[in-house]
């Protein structure tokens, strides 16, 4: 039955709740991007095992464009029987006009008196409100941000807390995030698919041609008893649109000048990459132009790497299909 119920995502901007525990720091432990596309590279193979281990191999790779995220506000976190309740957060001041979209702005806002209210209190575990900036990124036609919360990580709490207020209000990126060569978690929002039958929804076999008036159709919807139809029977229903977690993806490169990888014509439905990028390796949920959220591995694997894979060559041939 794999993963069930399959409903839609509430918004399209994943939810993280897990957050590895990590020995470097104090760094902020998550990041984000917009999805441009997929091409092709030629690397040095270096997973010691592998039958090419060594070799120039072919392998597919992913393109997310990540321009510099801001944050926005600083949230404490202490822990309790119930687990992590909140005990204050402190805004930047001067928030980007764009930010007032997704949120009630406020004005007039002083930074230093909310922080002198929270020195002192028990703080376990600190948090950052960060904000993409679309109006960055000539490929997604949109101006509202997203919004999302990432784990300040590594050294005791009050390296934490003090390295949170250092960059409120300010820009961070993605290698202040991760380096060349680590894996991360990547989350997204699938493709969506809308509704669809149960043969294609939960892949069921097609009844046999002697059927009468149907063949994609349930043959039972379940015993007589009980009296109601168990929610473990395939039905037709929402299909993509979910938010799903690929574990261990390992990023290859990643490079200021977006023109080193935009293909010739640019992507399809995306344009060209003119901020900061990122190469992973391998497919990520989502269609173009959807938000990838990355993210520490919570359950680390794969090969460590002291430098970063050797590439090769990147293709930037045209992906218009002529």
């Not at 393109?63 to 506000?73: G, I, N, Q, R």
């Amino acid at each position: 039955m794999a993963y069930s119920p399959r409903k839609r995502a509430q918004r399209p901007v994943p939810r993280l709740d897990a957050w590895p525990e990590i020995s470097e720091g104090p760094r902020i432990q998550g990041f984000a991007g917009y999805k441009a596309g997929m091409t092709h590279a030629f690397l040095v193979d270096y997973r010691p095992s592998s039958n090419t281990s060594g070799q120039e191999v072919q392998i597919p790779v992913t393109v997310l464009e990540v321009p510099p995220m801001k944050v926005a506000a600083v949230r404490m976190y202490e822990n309790t029987r119930y687990g992590l309740k909140t005990t204050g957060e402190v805004w930047a001041s001067g928030l980007d006009a764009e930010l007032a979209r997704v949120l009630p702005v406020p004005k007039n806002y002083d930074s230093k008196k909310a922080w002198e209210k929270y020195d002192g209190s028990n703080v376990d575990d600190v948090r950052l409100l960060v904000y993409t900036q679309p109006k960055l990124v000539s490929g997604i036609p949109k101006k509202a941000c997203d919004l999302m919360e990432v784990r300040v990580g590594g050294g005791i709490i009050t390296d934490r807390i003090s390295y949170a207020k250092s960059i409120l209000g300010k820009e961070v990126k993605i290698t202040d995030f991760a380096k060349e060569g680590t894996m991360i978690d990547v989350s997204a929002i699938t493709k969506g698919k809308g509704f669809q039958g149960a043969v294609k929804r939960w892949g069921i076999k097609l009844l046999s041609h002697k059927n009468s008036k149907h063949r994609r159709l349930l043959g039972t919807l379940g015993p007589k008893r009980p009296g109601y139809v168990r929610p473990t029977v395939p039905q037709a229903g929402q299909v993509g649109y979910h938010q799903r977690t690929e574990f261990n993806k390992r990023i290859l490169k990643i490079g200021d000048n977006g023109g080193d990888v935009t293909p010739k014509g640019g992507f399809l439905q995306y344009g060209t990459v003119g901020n900061a990028y990122v190469l992973i390796h391998g497919s990520v949920p989502g269609p173009t132009k959807r938000l990838i959220r990355l993210r520490d591995p919570v359950r680390r694997a794969g090969v460590e790497l002291k430098d970063a894979p050797a590439i090769t060559y990147v293709s930037t041939e045209s992906k218009q299909g002529a």
